[in-house]
């Protein structure tokens, strides 16, 4: 059971390029998130999901897609990086969403030059 | 704009002093609140939650948290620290209200001195 699982573990991106952010988990989780930590800013939630083929926009969408094809995989997509994506971006999993604790991967550290 | 509050940013311990973290929200009506923590180089995991009954929680690792209706807070508290308490800690809060979503504050940077 490896729980949630993200790659890369970093990356360097120029300003412009595009890349995805894969997200994947083991324990049939119907609710997906990913989320943004910036130092002095905690975690922002960027884009949820609550099944396959259901997802929906958190607090800071703008510049990111995702899409939910299966279960266990959530990818996270830049369109076309900015510096200001410069962060660190953790995926997280639960049974739903609310009350369930949630399972966080172990993070993307994303650099845009 | 609603939202959750650390106010300390980082707090330094020797160890055997006693923990409380503060955290406050602005939701209104239910929530369901939690404390999460981010030990060096090591995944986010759960430390508490709340979600009714009695206001005072425990969790893993001797914390306990308490919540406060009347003063919109979940402060976190210890008794006594260890060096291995050493981590970020997050509140967080999931109003039942709306998107139903978790709202994290903006994390507390625990050091714990030998």
């Known amino acids: 059971n490896a729980g949630v699982t993200q790659t890369p573990k970093f990356q360097v991106l120029k300003t412009g390029q595009s890349m995805t952010l894969q997200c994947a988990q083991d324990m049939n989780h119907e609710y997906m998130s990913w989320y943004r930590q910036d130092p002095g800013m905690g975690l922002r939630l960027i884009h949820y999901s609550v099944g396959a083929g259901i997802t929906d926009q958190g607090e800071v969408p703008n510049g990111y897609n995702v899409s939910r094809s299966t279960t266990e995989d959530f990818p996270l997509r830049l369109l076309s990086a900015a510096p200001s994506q410069t962060s660190v971006y953790f995926c997280?999993?639960?049974?739903?969403?609310?009350?369930?604790?949630?399972?966080f991967g172990p993070g993307t550290r994303l650099l845009v030059l | 704009a609603q939202s959750v509050s650390q106010h300390n940013h980082h707090v330094i311990l020797s160890e055997a002093a006693s923990l409380e973290l503060g955290c406050n929200y602005s939701?209104?009506?239910?929530?369901?609140l939690f404390w999460y923590v981010q030990y060096p180089g090591q995944h986010l995991q759960l430390l508490l939650k709340y979600f009714s009954g009695d206001p005072l929680v425990k969790g893993i690792k001797g914390f306990e948290a308490e919540f406060i209706k009347s003063k919109f807070s979940f402060n976190l508290r210890k008794p006594s620290v260890q060096w291995s308490d050493t981590a970020e800690y997050f509140c967080?809060?999931?109003?039942?209200?709306?998107?139903?979503?978790?709202?994290f504050g903006t994390g507390t940077r625990l050091t714990v001195i030998p």
């Open positions: 967080a809060v999931n109003p039942l209200t709306g998107a139903n979503n978790l709202f």
């Open positions: 939701y209104g009506g239910t929530v369901n």
């Open positions: 997280a999993s639960s049974y739903s969403r609310g009350r369930e604790t949630q399972y």
